[in-house]
């Protein structure tokens, strides 16, 4: 039983639902960021879960490797077929299955996207909150266990996920959770599956919680003279409990880029980008007492934008950093890298990550969801500078080792992948054994999504 096999067995179930063409192996290759490319030997489009259920039963007969893939945008290598097998493009699973606005949930299939789930729900009033930027897959965004701009109040994905069904590698269907609000009932497995990174199921349906849309929106931009003072106030902001709905803080390099790509005239200095939301009272009030506190640390240019067409354009800016970014350095690849620490450690964290990257060759703008701990740096390597990649690497490497010291975690939403294998067991300890006694357990030919996570995988 091998690989071919399992594909030739597919290709009987599967149709023309089963591509080799060399544009659909190399499109489920490629990386975001700067990994080599790793093609599957086949791409196969399910559209029910007893497609998914039959291609895990096939493939577990035969010892294929599986590699789940929505969107494509995750940035640790995360969909790469390393061991080769098949990819599950999830483009044709994109529906959403109902809509209970009674009890502000959906469910859906894991292919639908953000966007398209909360233009679907643009007559009901309500909305789903996970904004990760990018306009990615619901089922990869709960594999994956996003987070984004609006976390500091809406939650994770983690908190926004009620139920799952998964398909487990022999090709079992199990459903986790339910459509209640809580329960003490048995493990928690919808837990477990989040943030598996398709190394433990493949996650065929999803009830998310939804929101409803507020009344009022006001979003602001405001400058600072040095990284610190816009760190300190953000955490001045989320002490005194001013109820922002994103808080983000882009670095003087990365508003260049921003300026560049987006059009915007932002001085070149350290910002923070703020949003909230409520009634048109409470949303002016809020945003009056942030502009109290953050005068505190040394605010300026105070920009604030209520229409829709302005606050569209601010959040564009920011969504299309990365690609902002990589403008300062053409022709570069990057080695983007997140770590999360506690709030009151995060001025520390910046700060000695900026000193880092200045005392470094390589460009790596700094920007992050910084009311929940979280940043990023975007280190820009030329491909044909043979050290930038390992000079990149030492500095990623820094940034998680300090998180680590500072009480944090190597990731607060980028994920592992294989990008930060390395890591794991500085983080986990035995906890990390663990993790692959689970993975072991769930599935013992090592099937799903080999190479990540996990040691030994």
Same mark, same amino acid.
């Given at each position: 039983?091998?690989?071919?096999?399992?594909?030739?067995?597919?290709?009987?179930?599967?149709?023309?639902?089963?591509?080799?063409?060399?544009?659909?192996?190399?499109?489920? /290759?490629?990386?975001?960021?700067?990994?080599?490319?790793?093609?599957?030997?086949? !791409?196969?489009?399910?559209?029910?879960?007893?497609?998914?259920?039959?291609?895990?039963?096939?493939?577990?007969?035969?010892?294929?490797?599986?590699?789940?893939?929505?969107? /494509?945008?995750?940035?640790?290598?995360?969909?790469?077929?390393?061991? #080769?097998?098949?990819?599950?493009?999830?483009?044709?699973?994109?529906?959403?299955?109902?809509?209970?606005? #009674?009890?502000?949930?959906?469910?859906?299939? *894991?292919?639908?996207?953000?966007?398209?789930?909360?233009?679907?729900?643009?007559?009901?009033?309500?909305?789903?909150?996970?904004?990760?930027?990018?306009?990615?897959?619901?089922?990869?965004?709960?594999?994956?266990?996003?987070? #984004?701009?609006?976390?500091?109040?809406? +939650?994770?994905?983690?908190?926004?996920?009620?139920?799952?069904?998964?398909?487990?590698?022999?090709?079992?269907?199990?459903?986790?959770?339910?459509?209640?609000?809580?329960?003490?009932?048995?493990?928690?497995?919808?837990?477990?599956?989040?943030?598996?990174? +398709?190394?433990?199921?493949?996650?065929?349906?999803?009830?998310?919680?939804?929101?409803?849309? *507020?009344?009022?929106?006001?979003?602001?931009?405001?400058?600072?003279?040095?990284?610190?003072?816009?760190?300190?106030?953000?955490?001045?902001?989320?002490?005194?409990?001013?109820?922002?709905?994103?808080?983000?803080?882009?670095? %003087?390099?990365?508003?260049?880029?921003?300026?560049?790509?987006?059009?915007?005239?932002?001085?070149?200095? *350290?910002?923070?980008?703020?949003?909230?939301? +409520?009634?048109?009272?409470?949303?002016?009030?809020?945003?009056?007492?942030?502009?109290?506190? !953050?005068?505190?640390?040394?605010?300026?240019?105070?920009?604030?934008?209520?229409? %829709?067409?302005?606050?569209?354009?601010?959040?564009?800016?920011?969504?299309?950093?990365?690609?902002?970014?990589?403008?300062?350095?053409?022709?570069?690849?990057?080695?983007?890298?997140?770590?999360?620490?506690?709030?009151?450690?995060?001025?520390?964290?910046?700060?000695?990550?900026?000193?880092?990257?200045?005392?470094?060759?390589?460009?790596?703008?700094?920007?992050?969801?910084? /009311?929940?701990?979280?940043?990023?740096?975007?280190?820009?390597?030329?491909?044909?500078?043979?050290?930038?990649?390992?000079?990149?690497?030492?500095?990623?490497?820094?940034?998680?080792?300090?998180?680590?010291?500072? +009480?944090?975690?190597?990731?607060?939403?980028?994920?592992?992948?294989?990008?930060?294998?390395?890591?794991?067991?500085?983080?986990? /300890?035995?906890?990390?054994?663990?993790?692959?006694?689970?993975?072991?357990?769930?599935?013992?030919?090592?099937?799903?999504?080999?190479?990540?996570?996990?040691?030994?995988?």
């Amino acid at each position: 039983m091998t690989i071919e096999t399992a594909i030739v067995a597919l290709s009987d179930v599967l149709g023309d639902r089963l591509s080799r063409s060399k544009s659909d192996l190399d499109a489920h /290759g490629m990386s975001e960021t700067h990994f080599a490319p790793a093609p599957p030997d086949a !791409v196969a489009y399910p559209e029910t879960t007893d497609d998914v259920s039959r291609i895990m039963a096939i493939c577990h007969a035969h010892g294929c490797p599986v590699v789940a893939f929505g969107a /494509g945008t995750a940035l640790e290598g995360h969909t790469s077929a390393i061991r #080769g097998g098949v990819s599950l493009n999830f483009s044709r699973m994109n529906k959403v299955l109902s809509v209970h606005p #009674g009890d502000l949930e959906a469910v859906v299939q *894991p292919g639908l996207t953000r966007e398209e789930l909360n233009r679907e729900l643009r007559n009901t009033g309500l909305f789903f909150s996970v904004d990760p930027g990018a306009n990615a897959s619901l089922g990869g965004m709960a594999a994956t266990r996003a987070s #984004g701009t609006t976390a500091v109040r809406y +939650g994770t994905i983690r908190e926004n996920i009620l139920a799952l069904e998964v398909v487990l590698a022999d090709g079992r269907v199990i459903r986790t959770g339910s459509r209640a609000k809580k329960s003490s009932s048995g493990y928690d497995l919808t837990g477990l599956f989040l943030g598996s990174e +398709g190394t433990l199921g493949i996650i065929t349906e999803l009830t998310v919680k939804l929101r409803g849309q *507020p009344e009022a929106i006001s979003a602001g931009v405001c400058g600072f003279d040095a990284i610190g003072q816009a760190v300190e106030a953000v955490v001045a902001v989320i002490q005194m409990g001013v109820p922002v709905a994103r808080i983000e803080f882009v670095d %003087t390099e990365a508003v260049r880029a921003v300026n560049g790509y987006s059009g915007t005239d932002l001085p070149e200095r *350290p910002h923070l980008f703020v949003e909230f939301h +409520g009634s048109v009272a409470s949303a002016a009030e809020d945003a009056q007492r942030f502009a109290e506190v !953050v005068a505190d640390f040394g605010a300026s240019d105070v920009r604030v934008a209520t229409k %829709t067409e302005e606050r569209s354009a601010l959040w564009t800016a920011r969504h299309h950093a990365y690609w902002a970014c990589l403008g300062l350095r053409p022709g570069a690849t990057a080695v983007v890298t997140d770590v999360c620490v506690p709030i009151s450690k995060l001025a520390e964290a910046v700060e000695e990550t900026r000193a880092d990257i200045a005392a470094s060759w390589i460009p790596g703008p700094i920007l992050g969801h910084v /009311g929940d701990g979280n940043f990023h740096a975007i280190l820009l390597v030329d491909p044909k500078a043979p050290d930038d990649l390992g000079e990149a690497k030492r500095l990623a490497g820094r940034m998680a080792e300090r998180a680590l010291r500072l +009480g944090g975690t190597i990731t607060g939403e980028h994920g592992i992948g294989m990008g930060k294998l390395g890591y794991m067991e500085a983080e986990h /300890g035995a906890a990390w054994e663990v993790m692959g006694e689970i993975k072991r357990a769930l599935d013992p030919a090592g099937i799903l999504n080999p190479g990540k996570v996990v040691r030994g995988n």
